[in-house]
């Protein structure tokens, strides 16, 4: 009894180290067998990374390595200084140039929200041909230089220009106005020039409201005008948004309509990086300069992100 005993648990003992063998067997098998999904998915990894690596290099030479370069320039002059930017934060020049820069962008930005708004709402109104048409005529200044309308304007609105030969005909005035070389000539020519990115964020955004919204207010009898305040108006904020970010952020920037209609005299940021360079030959505070207005663009963005994607914002939706 007792031989047989051992005998069975040896046979137990046996058969417990042979299921032991075979679990191990085949988790080894299993493990040494690559799964073939995750085998495709590096694949396709490997491949989405080749066909973007010659963009994320482009990305890198003219985005990055520039920026880059910028800050360093900005903060290196025979070594580590934020000199130009304590000039940029308590220097009036650079202060009243900032001051003038946001003026000029937020006036520019009003006008075209007054101009673009009725012709994006008409372009949406009338029906399809009409529309081509208008959205035609809105982006047919991108046919020109922005250098050639700019000297066009100064043409017009120049002391011996168009506009001042016609009132002076109409005996409207005495005097030939200044229109060019101030503020005035820069606000009406950028606007001009701005135009189009206004009108177009707005309109894409209208084509999106339906059409049955406005006649189901007109049949619980809401006049055209109240319609349009309580429903049309508030669909089409996102776009408004939109063109105003555009428009506001690309006047930050603009060089060479300041430089022609406002003589001299309106010195916006951009034209303060140019006299660093030009004139004085002072890399780093024109580095600085360029670095405070693009973080200030950046800012811009970020909060303006918080009630509008900006793939609404650059035209990606």
Not at 22 to 34: D, F, G, K, N
Not at 119 to 136: D, E, H, R
Not at 241 to 247: F, I, N, S
Request: charged content about 15%.
């Amino acid at each position: 009894m007792v031989l047989a005993g051992r005998r069975g648990g040896r046979e137990a003992l046996g058969l417990v180290h042979a299921e032991v063998d075979e679990e191990r067997s085949e988790a080894a098998l299993t493990i040494s067998v690559p799964d073939p999904s995750q085998k495709h998915q590096r694949r396709e990894h490997g491949l989405m990374l080749a066909l973007v690596s010659p963009a994320l290099l482009v990305i890198l030479a003219l985005i990055v390595l520039p920026v880059g370069w910028l800050v360093w320039q900005s903060i290196y002059h025979d070594g580590f200084t934020l000199e130009n930017y304590r000039r940029v934060f308590t220097e009036d020049i650079y202060w009243r140039s900032f001051a003038l820069t946001f003026e000029i962008s937020l006036a520019v930005t009003g006008i075209a929200l007054l101009l673009g708004y009725p012709v994006a709402y008409l372009a949406n109104s009338v029906p399809k041909g009409w529309s081509i048409l208008i959205l035609s005529l809105v982006v047919l200044p991108f046919w020109t230089s922005v250098l050639v309308r700019a000297y066009a304007w100064l043409a017009l609105l120049q002391r011996t220009g168009v506009i001042n030969q016609f009132l002076r005909y109409l005996d409207v005035i005495s005097e030939p106005l200044a229109l060019v070389h101030n503020t005035f000539g820069t606000v009406v020519a950028t606007v001009h020039i701005l135009l189009p990115f206004m009108v177009l964020p707005l309109y894409a955004t209208m084509q999106k409201i339906p059409g049955d919204l406005m006649q189901a207010g007109a049949s619980l009898g809401a006049s055209p005008s109240l319609t349009f305040v309580r429903v049309f108006l508030p669909l089409s904020l996102p776009g408004v948004l939109a063109g105003c970010t555009m428009v506001f952020v690309l006047c930050l920037g603009f060089y060479i309509t300041p430089e022609l209609l406002g003589g001299g005299r309106t010195v916006m940021v951009s034209m303060l990086v140019s006299r660093n360079v030009e004139l004085y030959n002072q890399f780093g505070a024109a580095s600085a300069v360029a670095v405070v207005l693009l973080v200030s663009v950046l800012l811009i963005f970020l909060i303006v992100s918080r009630f509008i994607s900006l793939d609404r914002i650059l035209g990606q939706k």
